[in-house]
Structure formats: structure tokens, C-alpha cells
């Protein structure tokens, strides 16, 4: 099967700049996430999706991020107007099911540096 | 809130010996899982872990999880040089996961 779907894996953005981010999961999984990794982290959860619902944003700086998943397949993460602060990898997972065994197929990743 | 520690967060060790990884986390999940992360790279998973006394193996790896202790181990057997890589454990709250901090491991000749 394809595996997750992400673009672009490189960005280098000025600060105050806008950035949009795409992922494309696994055909038919439910359920999206979006995680940011900051250099020598481990992922930090930024939002989760089932199907086309937000189910936990909690951790999402909403002030200057934000996501949308269109009609329950591909995602787009936006961060407007970017910090410094914001240079990570982006990485997109998707899951079959939320709550589970099942285990989560991360994408490549968006690595973005903020100057 | 949840809080997943991993120790040691770095391990340098020779080809052929043995080692273990640790996590520990601070609430009740049934679910706990390991990923790989080569530089560069997206996490492979490892294991999914799913309830007490759980034990998978694969190849020079195996992970256990102990629900009452709160804890994981992956123990590493006679390690090679293909096995260096970051390994993070994440555990299952709700919908999602939380991760440790990861341990780098460097398997030296």
C-alpha cells in the first residue's frame, strides 16, 4: 500500500512569513495527526483528526496555527505568521482507528526552518 | 498530565553486547509502543504493545510492558551497527500518543 503522503519536505521561510503543509494518508484511514519534532524531541501531538472532525487540538497554537481536513482525506497544516521558535520537522501519521492496536504510519515529514 | 521518561537518552555500546532501553510513564494506558527514527528520517514502528505481560521480539529486538509498574523495556541482543538509530517508546492516552524523548543508540565495532 502507499504510505503517507507529505509536501514539501524542505522549507525555508522568514519569520512573520505564512507556510502551508500537505498530507495525504493512507487510503481509508480514518484518523490524521500532526506532529511537530523539534530537534532532538520526540513528536509533539499538534492536532488529530477523525475522518473530517477535529478530536484534540488541545496542543495547537492556535494564534498562529491551523488545520483542515477536507472532506476527511487529505490535510493541509498552516502556520501564520511563522516564529523562529517554529523550525521543526512536520510530520503527518495516519491510523485506522483511533483507539486500538493499531499502529500509526508516519509520512517523510516537512522540515521547516524559520530565519 | 502524562509524562513519558526514557532512559538512558543516550547509548553508545560495542557490536555483539546487550543492553536495555527503559520507559516509564506517570498515568494508566494499556497501549505502548516503540518507533525507530534513522537521522533524516520518519518513524518506522517497531512494536504495539497492548496489554500487561505483553512480549513482542523481532530479529535482535524485544519489547515488554509491565501496566502495573508503568513500564516498558526494549532489550537489545548482541547489537549490530545497522541497529543505531533513535528509539522513542509513545504511550496511548485516549485517541493518541505521547512520546518519550527518545534514545540515541550508537552500536560502535
Known sequence: ???????????????????????????????????????????????????????????LPKDRFSAERLKGVDSTLKIQPAKLEDSAVYLCASSLQSIGGYGYTFGSGTRLTVV | ????????????????????????????????????????????????LLSNGAVKQEGRLMASLDTK????????????????????CAVGLSGDMRFGAGTRLTVKP
Open chain 1, 1 to 59: 500500500e502507499a504510505g503517507v503522503a507529505q509536501s514539501p519536505r524542505y522549507k525555508i521561510i522568514e519569520k512573520r512569513q505564512s507556510v502551508a503543509f500537505w498530507c495525504n494518508p493512507i487510503s481509508g484511514h480514518a484518523t490524521l495527526y500532526w506532529y511537530q519534532q523539534i530537534l532532538g524531541q520526540g513528536p509533539k501531538l499538534l492536532i488529530q483528526f477523525q475522518n473530517n472532525g477535529v478530536v484534540d487540538d488541545s496542543q
Open chain 2, 69 to 88: 509498574a508503568r513500564l516498558s523495556t526494549l532489550h537489545i541482543t548482541a547489537a549490530v551497527h545497522d541497529l543505531s538509530a533513535t528509539y522513542f
Open chain 2, 1 to 48: 498530565e502524562l509524562k513519558v521518561e526514557q532512559n538512558p537518552l543516550f547509548l553508545s555500546m560495542q557490536e555483539g553486547k546487550n543492553y536495555t532501553i527503559y520507559c516509564n510513564y506517570s498515568t494508566t494506558s494499556d497501549r505502548l509502543y516503540w518507533y525507530r527514527q534513522d537521522p533524516g528520517k520518519s518513524l518506522e514502528s517497531l512494536f504495539v
